[in-house]
T-cell receptor, first 111, second 111 residues
Protein backbone atom coordinates (compact mmCIF):
# COMPACT_ATOMS: atom_id res chain seq x y z
CA UNK A 1 0.00 0.00 0.00
CA UNK A 2 1.27 3.38 -0.96
CA UNK A 3 2.43 5.47 1.98
CA UNK A 4 3.22 9.13 2.21
CA UNK A 5 4.96 10.36 5.34
CA UNK A 6 5.36 13.91 6.54
CA UNK A 7 7.34 15.33 9.40
CA UNK A 8 4.31 16.16 11.48
CA UNK A 9 5.81 19.21 13.16
CA UNK A 10 4.57 21.59 14.33
CA UNK A 11 7.04 23.91 12.67
CA UNK A 12 7.58 27.51 13.68
CA UNK A 13 9.61 30.03 11.72
CA UNK A 14 10.05 33.80 12.10
CA UNK A 15 8.53 36.13 9.55
CA UNK A 16 10.78 36.51 6.52
CA UNK A 17 12.53 33.17 7.01
CA UNK A 18 12.42 30.13 4.74
CA UNK A 19 10.06 27.38 5.82
CA UNK A 20 10.98 23.87 4.69
CA UNK A 21 8.35 21.14 4.63
CA UNK A 22 9.24 17.58 3.75
CA UNK A 23 7.50 14.45 2.63
CA UNK A 24 8.77 10.94 1.89
CA UNK A 25 6.96 8.25 -0.03
CA UNK A 26 7.15 4.49 -0.36
CA UNK A 27 5.99 3.88 -3.93
CA UNK A 28 8.91 4.18 -6.35
CA UNK A 29 6.40 4.35 -9.18
CA UNK A 30 4.93 7.63 -7.95
CA UNK A 31 5.25 10.17 -10.73
CA UNK A 32 3.77 13.32 -9.30
CA UNK A 33 3.01 15.12 -6.09
CA UNK A 34 0.67 17.78 -4.89
CA UNK A 35 1.01 20.26 -2.06
CA UNK A 36 -2.19 21.49 -0.45
CA UNK A 37 -2.56 24.21 2.15
CA UNK A 38 -5.31 24.01 4.74
CA UNK A 39 -6.20 26.86 7.05
CA UNK A 40 -7.78 25.95 10.35
CA UNK A 41 -11.43 25.06 9.87
CA UNK A 42 -11.20 25.28 6.09
CA UNK A 43 -10.85 22.85 3.22
CA UNK A 44 -7.54 22.01 1.51
CA UNK A 45 -6.53 24.16 -1.44
CA UNK A 46 -3.93 23.28 -4.03
CA UNK A 47 -0.80 25.41 -4.03
CA UNK A 48 1.73 23.41 -6.06
CA UNK A 49 2.13 20.25 -8.06
CA UNK A 50 5.31 18.71 -9.43
CA UNK A 51 5.75 15.97 -12.00
CA UNK A 52 9.45 15.78 -12.70
CA UNK A 53 12.69 15.60 -10.79
CA UNK A 54 14.15 18.89 -9.72
CA UNK A 55 12.65 22.17 -8.67
CA UNK A 56 9.48 23.97 -9.61
CA UNK A 57 9.02 27.57 -8.55
CA UNK A 58 5.83 29.57 -8.24
CA UNK A 59 6.22 32.92 -6.56
CA UNK A 60 7.47 32.38 -3.03
CA UNK A 61 6.90 28.63 -3.25
CA UNK A 62 9.37 26.04 -4.55
CA UNK A 63 8.58 22.37 -4.79
CA UNK A 64 11.46 19.91 -5.02
CA UNK A 65 11.16 16.30 -6.10
CA UNK A 66 13.93 13.74 -5.72
CA UNK A 67 12.76 10.40 -7.08
CA UNK A 68 16.01 8.59 -6.29
CA UNK A 69 15.69 9.44 -2.60
CA UNK A 70 11.88 9.31 -2.66
CA UNK A 71 11.23 12.65 -1.09
CA UNK A 72 9.43 15.80 -2.03
CA UNK A 73 9.72 19.12 -0.28
CA UNK A 74 8.09 22.52 -0.27
CA UNK A 75 10.07 25.66 0.46
CA UNK A 76 8.30 28.89 1.36
CA UNK A 77 10.55 31.91 1.02
CA UNK A 78 9.96 35.17 2.87
CA UNK A 79 7.41 33.45 5.10
CA UNK A 80 4.44 35.57 6.15
CA UNK A 81 2.04 35.14 9.08
CA UNK A 82 -0.63 34.45 6.45
CA UNK A 83 1.30 31.30 5.51
CA UNK A 84 0.44 29.81 8.90
CA UNK A 85 -1.55 26.71 8.04
CA UNK A 86 -1.29 22.95 7.73
CA UNK A 87 0.47 21.75 4.60
CA UNK A 88 -0.42 18.40 3.10
CA UNK A 89 1.50 16.50 0.49
CA UNK A 90 -0.30 13.97 -1.67
CA UNK A 91 0.47 11.47 -4.39
CA UNK A 92 -2.07 10.36 -7.02
CA UNK A 93 -2.53 6.81 -8.22
CA UNK A 94 -5.12 4.29 -9.26
CA UNK A 95 -7.77 4.19 -11.93
CA UNK A 96 -9.59 7.23 -10.55
CA UNK A 97 -6.47 9.21 -9.66
CA UNK A 98 -7.06 8.74 -5.98
CA UNK A 99 -4.81 10.79 -3.72
CA UNK A 100 -2.84 9.37 -0.83
CA UNK A 101 -2.17 12.12 1.69
CA UNK A 102 0.46 12.58 4.32
CA UNK A 103 -0.72 13.50 7.80
CA UNK A 104 0.20 17.15 7.31
CA UNK A 105 2.68 19.60 8.84
CA UNK A 106 1.37 22.54 10.84
CA UNK A 107 3.35 25.69 10.11
CA UNK A 108 3.29 28.80 12.24
CA UNK A 109 5.00 31.96 11.03
CA UNK A 110 5.76 34.24 13.95
CA UNK A 111 5.52 38.02 13.40
CA UNK B 1 -13.09 26.91 -6.51
CA UNK B 2 -14.68 24.10 -8.51
CA UNK B 3 -18.25 24.91 -7.51
CA UNK B 4 -18.57 22.20 -4.88
CA UNK B 5 -21.12 22.37 -2.12
CA UNK B 6 -21.71 19.98 0.73
CA UNK B 7 -24.80 19.57 2.85
CA UNK B 8 -25.35 19.65 5.69
CA UNK B 9 -22.34 21.63 6.88
CA UNK B 10 -22.82 20.53 10.47
CA UNK B 11 -24.72 17.61 11.91
CA UNK B 12 -25.17 16.06 15.31
CA UNK B 13 -26.70 12.62 15.42
CA UNK B 14 -27.04 9.67 17.73
CA UNK B 15 -25.33 6.32 17.58
CA UNK B 16 -27.20 3.83 15.43
CA UNK B 17 -29.00 6.32 13.23
CA UNK B 18 -28.44 6.49 9.46
CA UNK B 19 -26.86 9.65 8.09
CA UNK B 20 -26.52 10.85 4.50
CA UNK B 21 -24.12 13.55 3.39
CA UNK B 22 -24.49 15.18 0.02
CA UNK B 23 -21.87 16.56 -2.34
CA UNK B 24 -22.98 18.65 -5.30
CA UNK B 25 -20.72 19.95 -8.06
CA UNK B 26 -21.39 22.25 -10.99
CA UNK B 27 -18.17 21.61 -12.95
CA UNK B 28 -19.22 18.40 -14.71
CA UNK B 29 -16.16 16.67 -13.26
CA UNK B 30 -15.98 12.97 -13.87
CA UNK B 31 -14.30 11.93 -10.64
CA UNK B 32 -15.67 12.47 -7.15
CA UNK B 33 -14.27 11.44 -3.78
CA UNK B 34 -15.22 11.30 -0.14
CA UNK B 35 -12.54 11.76 2.53
CA UNK B 36 -12.60 11.95 6.26
CA UNK B 37 -10.13 14.00 8.25
CA UNK B 38 -9.16 13.22 11.81
CA UNK B 39 -6.35 14.63 13.96
CA UNK B 40 -3.09 12.83 13.29
CA UNK B 41 -4.43 10.99 10.25
CA UNK B 42 -4.59 13.57 7.54
CA UNK B 43 -7.15 12.90 4.84
CA UNK B 44 -8.23 9.32 4.27
CA UNK B 45 -10.20 8.17 1.26
CA UNK B 46 -13.55 6.55 2.02
CA UNK B 47 -15.07 5.95 -1.41
CA UNK B 48 -14.67 7.36 -4.86
CA UNK B 49 -16.54 7.50 -8.15
CA UNK B 50 -15.27 7.52 -11.71
CA UNK B 51 -18.64 8.07 -13.33
CA UNK B 52 -22.36 7.81 -12.85
CA UNK B 53 -23.12 4.60 -10.98
CA UNK B 54 -19.42 3.68 -10.97
CA UNK B 55 -18.01 3.69 -7.46
CA UNK B 56 -15.33 1.88 -5.52
CA UNK B 57 -13.98 1.57 -2.00
CA UNK B 58 -11.14 3.56 -0.57
CA UNK B 59 -8.87 3.03 2.40
CA UNK B 60 -11.51 3.36 5.16
CA UNK B 61 -14.80 2.25 3.61
CA UNK B 62 -16.19 0.03 6.38
CA UNK B 63 -19.52 1.37 7.64
CA UNK B 64 -19.99 3.67 4.65
CA UNK B 65 -21.79 3.38 1.34
CA UNK B 66 -22.07 5.78 -1.58
CA UNK B 67 -24.25 6.42 -4.57
CA UNK B 68 -23.93 8.51 -7.69
CA UNK B 69 -27.05 8.66 -9.84
CA UNK B 70 -26.15 11.94 -11.53
CA UNK B 71 -22.82 13.46 -12.54
CA UNK B 72 -23.28 16.35 -10.16
CA UNK B 73 -24.25 14.48 -6.98
CA UNK B 74 -22.31 12.05 -4.82
CA UNK B 75 -23.96 10.82 -1.64
CA UNK B 76 -22.20 9.30 1.36
CA UNK B 77 -24.31 7.22 3.75
CA UNK B 78 -23.41 6.03 7.20
CA UNK B 79 -25.70 3.04 7.56
CA UNK B 80 -25.65 3.06 11.35
CA UNK B 81 -23.55 5.86 12.75
CA UNK B 82 -20.97 5.11 15.45
CA UNK B 83 -18.92 7.46 17.61
CA UNK B 84 -15.80 6.48 15.65
CA UNK B 85 -17.37 8.14 12.61
CA UNK B 86 -17.28 11.53 14.28
CA UNK B 87 -15.10 13.44 11.89
CA UNK B 88 -14.88 16.14 9.26
CA UNK B 89 -15.95 14.85 5.86
CA UNK B 90 -14.68 16.40 2.65
CA UNK B 91 -15.90 15.84 -0.84
CA UNK B 92 -13.53 16.44 -3.75
CA UNK B 93 -13.81 16.38 -7.52
CA UNK B 94 -11.40 16.07 -10.42
CA UNK B 95 -11.84 16.61 -14.12
CA UNK B 96 -9.38 15.89 -16.91
CA UNK B 97 -6.34 16.67 -14.80
CA UNK B 98 -5.26 14.95 -11.59
CA UNK B 99 -5.89 18.04 -9.50
CA UNK B 100 -8.60 17.55 -6.92
CA UNK B 101 -10.76 20.40 -5.67
CA UNK B 102 -12.34 20.21 -2.27
CA UNK B 103 -15.71 21.18 -0.93
CA UNK B 104 -16.13 23.15 2.31
CA UNK B 105 -16.55 20.05 4.49
CA UNK B 106 -19.19 18.64 6.82
CA UNK B 107 -18.60 18.38 10.56
CA UNK B 108 -20.33 15.31 11.93
CA UNK B 109 -20.68 14.53 15.61
CA UNK B 110 -22.05 11.15 16.60
CA UNK B 111 -23.16 11.01 20.22
Amino acid sequence: QKEVEQNSGPLSVPEGAIASLNCTYSDRGSQSFFWYRQYSGKSPELIMFIYSNGDKEDGRFTAQLNKASQYVSLLIRDSQPSDSATYLCASPGGSARQLTFGSGTQLTVLP
Amino acid sequence: DAGITQSPRHKVTETGTPVTLRCHQTENHRYMYWYRQDPGHGLRLIHYSYGVKDTDKGEVSDGYSVSRSKTEDFLLTLESATSSQTSVYFCATAGGQETQYFGPGTRLLVL
